[in-house]
């Protein structure tokens, strides 16, 4: 089992690297020119060419990688060519608030989106698995900005409960975060709950198929107890990784929701730095959203590794 | 075919009616899109049924207009992407070797990275234009459609009837053309109605984000942003385009849930 996660640790960082060679391909060899964007319909070739040189555009692409490459692993993500500020100052305290938003949704639509999931499973086709196969359903279909806007409608505009628009600031108050954050959360939770919940409850019927649980029903057990003592231990690795998928969605669906709210993540400092075609920006913004996936999809595979009951307690040899 | 269960035929109903849409949209909008006919956000009235929006056009012009490019940019990108996406994978299946090893890493890699960033950085790289939006997505989609088909034709390709075809001395075309597609085919169409339900609200959504289909167009998700400050008043404006928009995924999403019914592997993760 050692030596399984160590592999995927090592697949993981192999990732991380095939990751940061996209991001620079994708932004640097496409046709796009950077420094026409930049200057636009005013560019003169003599401006063009004094702008390249500036940014180090004359310079072979490997070497313009590698100097990239080692930047990066020192912290260093270049400078904005908007306001020509160090990207990562500007981008770490977008990135936090991101996380602390994702993390809000996560810690509660995880655990209630699993357990409602088993529960689905074990009253298969009965009332309460129709209406939260049918709800989810609905969820699952429904655009973030339309929930959004919805939610604005009647927990704000309406009522006047919660604030509509996500704003926050360093050193607001906790009371204060969770009510502006409250909204882009319900969201959040909405949409992943949905996901999360229709795929356990797939993955603990797939198991239900199995033999043994066959077996465990003509020993006369009741259902309860072979849904939650034969089938979901065995479901637990694949639930894990329904989770992390989520988790990974999380990341990027936040990116719309951080639209409907106007929530200062990293999501928009994204989407702006895009419509700016502020070119070291989007590589920040895509490098760590890279990473953060490509880190959350490794812990969750060595989890599942680690909850694997045939890896973890593995057959003596020559048995 | 068993019994069709109303959800599906829901379903079928909304399909249907966003087909017409699609197909007749702007011949059945009473006004032009870009048409100043009244008061921004003016409330709905006879001849304007769903008012205005934020400029004073017809809405209910525009979401007619806005069927077309939403459905159409989706439509096409899926339609690429499956024309990508299949023939690679089956080949990949069949060849085996280095090739499939070659595609299949390269899939793996392009798939570590969430769609949402490799399509937003493309587009800082290129611009948002019509051709580069469906091309871009085309192409991302396609490692979904690549890794089922090759999962498909896999399974497909170790059967004794596959074998019995090679053994014959039947060559790759042949193989992929009648032993492969048509076997291959319930779990692709499935897929497909998955992978445009996704890239739906992804043109929706990038549109949304001011990175999708550019005005003048008509587009679902550019009405919910341009719309969106109506909200605040208590304006139903924003709600329409989004409804909409919702109805087709759930239209699809209701036939397809009915097609996988029953079957218990995890298919199409809308990542």
């Known amino acids: 089992m050692t030596t399984l996660i160590l592999k995927r640790l090592g697949l993981g960082l192999f990732t991380l690297w095939l990751v940061s060679v996209l991001v620079f391909a994708g932004t640097e060899i496409l046709p796009g020119d950077v420094a026409g964007a930049i200057l636009g319909q005013n560019a003169t070739p003599e401006s063009l060419a004094a702008l390249r040189t500036q940014l180090g555009l004359d310079e072979p692409a490997l070497m313009r990688y590698l100097g990239w490459l080692g930047g990066i692993t020192h912290g260093d993500l270049g400078q904005s060519l908007a306001n020509h500020r160090p990207v990562a100052e500007l981008l770490w305290p977008r990135f936090w608030n991101t996380m602390a938003l994702a993390a809000y949704a996560g810690v509660i639509a995880i655990p209630l989106a699993v357990s409602l999931g088993i529960l689905a499973a074990a009253r298969r086709g009965r009332f309460f698995d129709r209406f939260a196969n049918i709800a989810a359903l609905a969820l699952v279909s429904l655009p973030e900005y339309f929930l959004g806007l919805l939610l604005i409608l009647g927990l704000s505009v309406r009522t006047g409960w919660l604030p509509s628009l996500a704003d926050t600031y360093e050193g607001m108050g906790l009371v204060d975060w969770f009510r502006a954050t409250t909204l882009p959360m319900l969201v959040l939770v909405m949409v992943t709950m949905a996901q999360i919940l229709r795929m356990t409850r797939t993955t603990v019927l797939g198991v239900m198929d199995q033999p043994y649980i066959e077996t465990a029903f003509l020993k006369g057990l009741r259902n309860g107890r072979v849904v939650l003592r034969h089938a979901t231990p065995n479901a637990a690795a694949p639930i894990v990784n329904v989770v992390s998928f989520n988790i990974a969605y999380l990341i990027t669906g936040v990116v719309l929701v951080e639209a409907v709210f106007n929530y200062n993540g990293l999501g928009r400092f994204m989407v702006d730095a895009v419509s700016k075609r502020d070119l070291p920006m989007v590589q920040g913004a895509a490098i760590v959203f890279g990473a953060a996936y490509v880190l959350l999809n490794m812990i969750a595979d060595i989890a599942a590794i680690a909850l694997n009951p045939r890896l973890r307690h593995p057959r003596a040899k020559g048995a | ?271």
């Open chain 2, 1 to 271: 075919m068993n019994r069709i269960p109303l959800t599906a035929w829901i379903g079928l109903f909304l399909i249907g009616l966003n087909l017409v849409l699609f197909l007749f949209g702007p011949l059945l909008a009473p006004f032009g899109q870009e048409e100043i006919v009244g008061a921004p956000f003016d409330g709905p009235m006879p001849g304007h049924w769903l008012g205005f929006d934020q400029n004073g056009r017809d809405m209910l012009s525009r979401l007619l207009y806005g069927a077309q490019m939403s459905i159409g940019v989706s439509l096409g990108a899926v339609v690429l992407s499956f024309s990508i996406g299949i023939p690679l994978g089956f080949f990949a299946a069949i060849r085996g070797g280095w090739v499939d090893l070659a595609l299949s890493r390269l899939v793996d890699t392009v798939m570590s990275i969430p769609v949402l960033i490799s399509a937003l950085v493309v587009l800082q790289a290129l611009g948002s234009s019509l051709p580069v939006l469906i091309v871009t997505i085309a192409c991302l989609d396609s490692t979904r459609v690549f890794r089922l088909a090759r999962l498909v034709a896999q399974g497909i390709n170790v059967m004794e009837y596959a074998e019995v075809a090679r053994l014959r001395g039947e060559g790759l075309w042949w193989m992929i053309r009648k032993e492969i597609l048509p076997n291959a085919l319930p779990p692709l169409v499935a897929e497909f109605g998955m992978r445009f339900c996704f890239t739906f609200l992804f043109v929706a959504g990038l549109s949304y984000l001011g990175l999708g289909v550019q005005p003048p167009f008509a587009d679902w998700g550019g009405m919910v942003r341009d719309n969106q400050q109506g909200i605040l008043y208590g304006l139903y404006a924003p709600l329409f385009p989004a409804a909409a928009i919702a109805l087709v995924t759930i239209g699809v999403n209701l036939v397809v849930d009915w097609m996988l019914a029953g079957r218990t592997i995890v298919q199409g993760d809308n990542r």
